[in-house]
């Protein structure tokens, strides 16, 4: 029998139980209505008709007149059409009686007489009817009893049934379930000797068969490629062997996976010793290793003696993930795991003394350009003074260009120098407490003649605040102000307007400039702070070197503090800066 002809059936007999159910209940639910209907529709009726009958003589205090006999006639009537209990005839037709015989008196003695047959037959009527009601109840009562106690054990022997159906019946979808997750479960471990038996010819059979037959060819196909897995697992290692780099590979219970020659001799270590070792029980015994494995390693190179010589190696981390099998939403890996970390020590020996060849050099064509040039200063500087000689408009002219490139030379050579200064590590900082707004003021100052040639309008915001001290080179952080300035000067229109702003964040003075130019485009801002990069321009404003803005990122990350660029086209741009505040100017402000 077919799985889907075995839901049909147990579906179809939880629709007969509940259909069963029903119908016992509506029964007895009608019975009980008709039982209440009768006491309501009948006897009722005849207190309500017998009431407004006596209600009638006992306004009138017992006379009966012509309005009231009508309505008495009327209550008569009714009554007669709803007798529903034995005597309740004989009675009414008395009382009919007895109300003709008052309404024909002859005199008060017989009109006293008939309205007391009247008041005693009222009686009559009121105590055959309430008799009935009471006997009737009786028999509701106790029919309701009886379907109680029939919807009761209707209630009881459904739910019993339903109950078992409940509890077995899911047993016979979920359990192969069960049996297929488990079965699966163990196929993803690689136990392919996993077997499903399900008894039957449903289709849960057919899936066991093919289950079976499944965990067969793989496991004919996993036996086939251990050969081959063998050999790229060798062809791997070997290539990793003779890398030039070092490299360590680990797994996620930080046991050692790979261990090639070159990490062996700059850690002193031979492979064959190191490989299946806990990495952190041999770093306790190798300062190198250690060095390695720290959490958050330097990014500048690790100096170790190799090849006879000091020798430089850059090291890289390498997170290596893989799907996690235990992790599988209907079939489908949905998560990753560590599998461990590959650690690369790569040798950039050569690249480094390249690059010190070249800041050397830098240095050095920096260091002889700036006397010539200072000659040439002076030279122009006595070509202007009159008492040299007079020259005409053109030559004047020409001596402001060369004047200008003159200044423009020497500043690319300051910067050349301080960036030569920063790559080898001979950046000199005189760190003191100041006032910062001692470095805007000088800053602003060196600015000023420019802004004022241009009409720019130098706004600065704070100044009237008291703000704390900070510790910084005076000089540099003024530097990186005056070169905000200049930038902001260089891309504004005439008659525009520059804000210099200084406040207070956190533990930080923040120092930002803004300008309302044409704005950085996205893609170029965040390049700005590279060496050498420049935005392209329109050819309206003159280029500097490139490196402004990058020795501005050093000096200000050698102050320990973050140098940014805020920019949108058409809105300007907002260059900005943070100074840590002096560490006893923090504890005024928490104070405070």
């Given amino acids: ?194 077997r499903l038996h399900f008894e039957g010819s449903d289709e849960f059979g057919e899936l066991a068969s093919a289950f079976n037959k499944m965990a067969l060819e793989l496991k004919n196909w996993d036996n086939t490629n251990v050969a081959k897995l063998k050999s790229e697992k060798k062809r791997i290692e070997t290539i990793i062997e003779q890398m030039q780099d070092a490299i360590i590979g680990a797994n996620e219970k930080q046991e050692i996976l790979f261990f090639n020659k070159v990490a062996g ?39 170790i003696f190799a090849d006879g010589k000091e020798s430089f190696f850059l090291l890289e981390k390498r997170e290596i993930t893989a799907p996690n099998l235990d992790d599988q939403s209907e079939g489908i890996v949905t998560s990753l795991k560590s599998a461990g970390q590959v650690y690369v020590l790569k040798n950039i ?17 920096s260091h002889e350009l700036k006397t010539p040039l200072s000659s ?100 540099k952080t003024a530097w990186v102000l005056v070169n905000f300035l200049s930038n902001a000067l260089r891309y504004s229109s005439i008659k525009s307007k520059i804000t210099l702003e200084v406040k207070v964040d956190t533990s930080f003075i923040e120092f930002s400039v803004r300008d309302f130019g044409k704005g950085i485009k996205e893609q170029y801002q965040k390049k700005l702070f590279d060496r050498y990069y420049q935005v392209p321009t329109d050819g309206q404003n003159k280029s500097g070197s490139g490196l402004g803005l990058a020795i501005s990122k050093d000096f200000i990350e050698a102050e320990k503090g973050r140098i940014w660029v805020e920019s949108s086209l058409g809105e300007g741009s907002r260059f900005c800066f943070t100074l840590p505040i002096a560490s006893n100017e923090i504890g005024i402000l928490v104070k405070n």
């Fill in 376 to 475: 040439i200063k002076m030279s122009l500087k006595l070509l202007n003074d009159e008492r040299v000689g007079n020259m005409n408009q053109e030559q004047l002219q020409l001596i402001g260009h060369i004047q200008e490139d003159s200044e423009r030379l020497l500043k690319i050579t300051g910067e050349l120098l301080d960036l030569a200064q920063v790559e080898t590590g001979n950046l000199q900082l005189n760190m003191v407490i100041s006032d910062p707004m001692d470095i805007v003021n000088i800053a602003m100052d060196a600015v000023r003649f420019q802004a004022e040639q241009k009409d720019i309008t130098l706004e600065l915001i704070g100044a009237n605040n008291q703000l704390p001290n900070v510790n910084a080179d005076v000089q």
């Fill in 265 to 303: 001799e700059l850690l002193n270590l031979a492979p064959t010793d190191a490989v299946g070792k806990d990495i952190n029980e041999l770093a306790k015994r190798n300062e190198l290793l250690q060095t390695i494995l720290l959490p958050k390693a330097s990014e500048e190179p690790l100096k």
């Fill in 349 to 365: 020996t050569k690249f480094k003394e390249l690059d010190e060849a070249k800041t050397n050099f830098i240095a050095t064509v």
């Fill in 1 to 194: 029998m077919k799985i889907k002809t075995k839901l049909r059936l147990g579906f179809s007999f939880l629709f007969l139980i509940i259909i069963s159910f029903g119908g016992i209940s509506m029964y007895q639910i009608n019975r009980i209505a008709e039982h209440a209907k009768v006491v309501l529709k009948d006897n009722y009726k005849s207190l309500v008709y017998v009431n407004e009958i006596r209600t009638i003589l006992d306004e009138q205090n017992g006379k009966i007149s012509s309005s009231n006999s009508a309505k008495i006639k009327i209550s008569l009537r009714l009554e007669e059409k709803n007798i529903t209990e034995n005597g309740e005839k004989l009675a009414v037709a008395t009382l009919k009686n007895a109300f003709n015989l008052a309404l024909n008196a002859a005199d008060e003695k017989e009109y006293a007489k008939s309205i007391a047959q009247m008041r005693a037959q009222l009686r009559t009527i009121d105590e055959l009817n309430m008799n009935a009601i009471v006997r009737k109840n009786t028999k509701a009562q106790q029919a309701t009893e009886k379907a109680t106690i029939y919807l009761g054990v209707t209630a009881f022997v459904s739910f019993l049934i339903l109950f078992s159906f409940i509890v077995n019946f899911p047993g016979f979808i979920a359990n192969p379930l069960r049996e297929l997750l488990d079965g699966i479960r163990e196929i993803s471990r690689k136990n392919y000797q996993q």
